[in-house]
């Protein structure tokens, strides 16, 4: 998302645009949620941080936006347009959610049972951006994915440019829904209701934990947009595999001597996949009703 | 390694649960949080931990940790200094009676291979010269990964990093932290992999039982600044061990035993071509002065080997 706001901002920027972008990380590492911020004006931006109030959010990963800590969702109003990538349909997501924003949504493809068209991504939501602003031609958007991805392959940044331009073309009848308005002075600004915590003594606010493994109450388990899957007629029970090469403990010897995976917290990194003799655990898309299953989730 | 008397012959012998606590902020694939993984199990519950500044800090970030006791955070040059002062303290506690002996703690100071070769060096190589008691641990990712990955004096020759981008990649030398520690006469030095882990584990379980100055040092594939799918993080680190580019080996008593010496080795590029880091070796040209320099070095290693 990173590169999609980089390729965005710099698509605003050759139409002449002031503009800002930035991405904001957590401390944690690959794999967690990411957020990346695009601010454009014909005039000179004087506000800076996080968009608190976003005309466009873009939601590359649809699993995200039930995550409270996530927060996808702050700061939508009647002014936002909220772009999902997701296999639902825009009216499912306006009913889930209830929101006043207007909801578009961004195919993903059925057929991505692979990891391999995961990485662009990020350039296709950058293409759909760029038709909703209605602002960007198709030169300046395709230069400036040139721009952003000169340290790539040219097959790579060739794939890159169609699937953003698929998606500027898919979004063709919204075009320009993006609008740009007033400017925001200094006295509109509203303070966020943040809570002010008093100053107090070390003893009293230096951070000690009393409990053990409180890390379990992180749900990692959300990072994941492929599940691994046992299959149980095939699995020889050789447990001390799986369990101990997963990075996270998240394969413990569970009932009948079989290994169990705690979907609460696999990241999906999938070494059991690669690792499993008897080749019984299958890397399963997490939209997939066989992905619930595994878990006795209805889907 | 001496056979008898260990408790891990084969994977099976293996803890079937685990210690360290799920939810950690790492990436998905880690091989440093594998390696930490394996090895919290058998030195047990009573460690603590003194960290440097690396990946491993996001660990224990309040009022979240994955461990089942203390933890401190140092600056990043100065967790062997860290460890010597909870080791004193404990020491005094229990001289003092104020704790009792069984509830004393392994102290185990864990840093990446940017701390362990670079600025903590000093420390370091203080804190073995007053034989303190006490188990380092460095997961080596090779290179300054909680920053992006630039290069660290860990970084393999021709490696690509944040900070050695060109075509020839990284154009220093792996520094051999094994030997740096060994010169200084510790109580015991070791490598392992967490893709091993029965080695590992023989190894933990042996240096957990001394005293005075220890070491293991863990080769840790990182899928984000190796650049590589995080499914083949151990396949890597197999390979790392079979193509001889990670020796597995140990020092205690002035003697330096290989625990795993690969018998054929399948050319070291087999290990290099699964990681991006290496993609220039071999697109859009083969870089053949490269992949032999490589290997010749590896070659060498070997044939000192008796
Ligand atoms: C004195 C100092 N310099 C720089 C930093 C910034 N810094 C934080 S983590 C890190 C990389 C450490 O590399 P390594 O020890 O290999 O651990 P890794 O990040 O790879 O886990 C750096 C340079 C710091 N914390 N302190
Ligand atoms: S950057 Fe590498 S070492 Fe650091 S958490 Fe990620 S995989 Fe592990
Ligand atoms: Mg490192």
């Known amino acids: 998302m990173k590169t999609a706001s980089r390729i965005l901002g710099t698509a605003l920027f050759l139409e002449g645009f002031e503009v800002q972008d930035a991405p904001r990380y957590g401390a944690e590492r690959r794999g967690a949620p990411i957020f990346a911020y695009v601010?454009?004006?014909?005039?000179?931006?004087?506000?800076?941080?996080?968009?608190?109030?976003?005309?466009?959010?873009?939601?590359?990963d649809e699993t995200l936006v039930p995550v409270p800590a996530a927060g996808v969702l702050s700061g939508i109003t009647k002014i936002t347009t909220l772009l999902?990538?997701?296999?639902?349909?825009?009216?499912?997501?306006?009913?889930?959610?209830?929101?006043?924003?207007?909801?578009?949504?961004?195919?993903?493809?059925?057929?991505?049972?692979?990891?391999?068209?995961?990485?662009?991504?990020?350039?296709?939501?950058?293409?759909?951006?760029?038709?909703?602003?209605?602002?960007?031609?198709?030169?300046?958007?395709?230069?400036?994915?040139?721009?952003?991805?000169?340290?790539?392959s040219p097959d790579i940044v060739q794939k890159n440019t169609e699937k953003a331009m698929e998606a500027y073309d898919l979004m063709a009848s919204h075009e320009g829904y993006i609008k740009e308005d007033g400017d925001f002075s200094g006295g509109a600004y509203e303070k966020p209701d943040w809570v002010d915590l008093p100053f107090e003594e070390a003893r009293r606010s230096a951070p000690a934990i009393h409990a053990a493994a409180t890390s379990v109450e992180v749900k990692t388990g959300l990072w994941r947009t492929m599940r691994p899957v046992i299959d149980f007629e095939h699995c020889n029970r050789c447990w001390w595999v799986c369990s101990?090469?997963?990075?996270?403990?998240?394969?413990?010897?569970?009932?009948?001597?079989?290994?169990?995976?705690?979907?609460?917290?696999?990241?999906?990194?999938?070494?059991?996949?690669?690792?499993?003799p008897a080749h019984a655990i299958e890397a399963v898309a997490e939209h997939k009703p066989k992905a619930h299953a595994a878990e006795g989730v209805e889907s | 390694m001496n056979e008898t008397k260990t408790a891990f012959k084969r994977m099976k012998d293996l803890p079937s649960t685990h210690l360290?606590?799920?939810?950690?902020?790492m990436c998905a694939g880690c091989g440093g949080l594998q390696a930490i993984h394996e090895i919290y199990d058998i030195l047990g519950e009573k460690t603590v931990f003194v960290n440097a500044a690396g990946c491993m800090t996001l660990l224990s970030v309040y009022p979240f940790t994955?461990?089942?006791?203390?933890?401190?955070?140092?600056?990043?040059?100065?967790?062997?200094?860290?460890?010597?002062g909870v080791r004193d303290a404990l020491d005094i506690l229990i001289q003092k009676k104020r704790i009792d002996s069984r509830e004393n703690l392994n102290v185990v100071v864990l840093t990446g291979d940017g701390a362990a070769n670079g600025i903590g060096m000093s420390a370091t190589s203080g804190a073995i010269e007053r034989d303190l008691d006490f188990i380092y641990i460095c997961?080596?990712?090779?290179?300054?990964?909680?920053?992006?990955?630039?290069?660290?004096?860990?970084?393999?020759?021709?490696?690509?990093?944040?900070?050695?981008?060109?075509?020839?990649?990284?154009?220093?030398?792996?520094?051999?932290?094994?030997?740096?520690w060994a010169s200084h006469k510790p109580t015991y030095v070791a490598t392992v992999v967490g893709a091993e882990p029965v080695d590992l584990a023989r190894k933990v379980e042996k240096s957990k039982k001394m005293k005075g100055p220890r070491m293991l040092i863990a080769l840790s594939p990182c899928p984000t600044g190796w650049d590589f799918n995080p499914m083949e993080a151990v396949e890597i680190g197999k390979l790392a061990v079979r193509t001889g580019v990670w020796p597995l080996k140990e020092y205690a008593d002035g003697k330096v035993v290989h625990t795993k010496i690969p018998g054929r080795r399948p050319p070291v590029e087999e290990?290099?071509?699964?990681?991006?880091?290496?993609?220039?070796?071999?697109?859009?040209?083969?870089?053949?002065?490269?992949?032999?320099?490589?290997?010749a070095r590896v070659d060498a290693y070997w044939d000192g080997v008796e």
Request: proline letters at 7%; aromatic letters at 8%.
């Open chain 2, 20 to 25: 360290l606590g799920t939810g950690t902020p």
């Open chain 1, 39 to 60: 601010r454009a004006s014909r005039e000179p931006i004087n506000e800076r941080g996080i968009i608190r109030q976003p005309h466009l959010i873009i939601v590359a």
């Open chain 2, 139 to 180: 997961y080596d990712n090779e290179g300054y990964g909680n920053t992006g990955q630039q290069y660290s004096s860990a970084t393999p020759h021709a490696a690509r990093t944040a900070t050695s981008k060109g075509p020839r990649g990284f154009p220093g030398y792996k520094k051999d932290l094994f030997s740096i």
């Open chain 2, 271 to 295: 290990y290099l071509k699964l990681q991006g880091r290496y993609a220039h070796l071999f697109r859009p040209d083969r870089n053949e002065t490269l992949l032999r320099e490589i290997q």
């Open chain 1, 244 to 276: 101990t090469f997963c990075p996270d403990s998240a394969i413990e010897l569970g009932e009948d001597g079989f290994p169990e995976i705690d979907y609460d917290h696999c990241k999906g990194c999938m070494i059991c996949v690669a690792q499993c």
């Open chain 2, 66 to 84: 994955p461990f089942r006791g203390s933890w401190l955070y140092t600056s990043m040059g100065s967790a062997p200094a860290g460890a010597q």
């Open chain 1, 84 to 152: 999902v990538h997701s296999f639902e349909s825009p009216e499912t997501w306006q009913e889930r959610l209830n929101t006043p924003a207007r909801i578009l949504v961004l195919p993903a493809a059925d057929t991505v049972e692979e990891r391999e068209d995961i990485p662009f991504v990020g350039t296709a939501c950058a293409g759909a951006a760029a038709r909703l602003v209605g602002e960007i031609s198709r030169e300046f958007l395709i230069e400036a994915i040139h721009h952003e991805l000169a340290h790539l």
